[in-house]
């Protein structure tokens, strides 16, 4: 069983720099960050792998980098130069398998609660 627990949403104007933490336990092989705005699909925006390979959207290329602490077993979501489209809701996930390429809903069976966030332009 798989625990995440994620914390660091919040509001910021456009250009600004947010660090999303997702607290994990148990064991997983890929952690998936998604991200909903309200009246769209879930989308996801970066893969990480716990060999280190990481996967990003091209929406978020070079503006986001996915990381983790080991010792802390902790996912980062690191966001920077944020625009006003990347308001949403976000949430990480995790997946036994190890995914790549990209993060198919079906493959993440386990999610944190969510945390929001909200750029201002």
């Known amino acids: 069983q798989v625990q995440l627990v994620e914390s660091g949403g919040g509001s910021v104007q456009a250009g600004g720099s947010l660090r999303l933490s997702c607290a994990a336990s148990g064991y997983y092989s890929s952690v998936c960050w998604f991200r909903q705005a309200p009246g769209k699909e879930r989308e996801w925006v970066a893969l990480?792998?716990?060999?280190?390979?990481?996967t990003y959207a091209d929406s978020v290329k070079g503006r986001f980098t996915a990381s983790k602490d080991n010792a802390k077993n902790t996912l980062y979501l690191q966001m920077n130069s944020l625009k006003p489209e990347d308001t949403a809701m976000y949430y990480c996930?995790?997946?036994?398998?190890?995914?790549?390429?990209?993060?198919?809903?079906?493959?993440?069976?386990?999610w944190g609660q969510g945390t929001q966030v909200t750029v201002s332009s």
């Open positions: 990480f792998n716990i060999d280190g390979r990481t």
């Open positions: 996930a995790a997946s036994g398998r190890t995914v790549l390429g990209g993060c198919p809903r079906w493959a993440f069976g386990y």
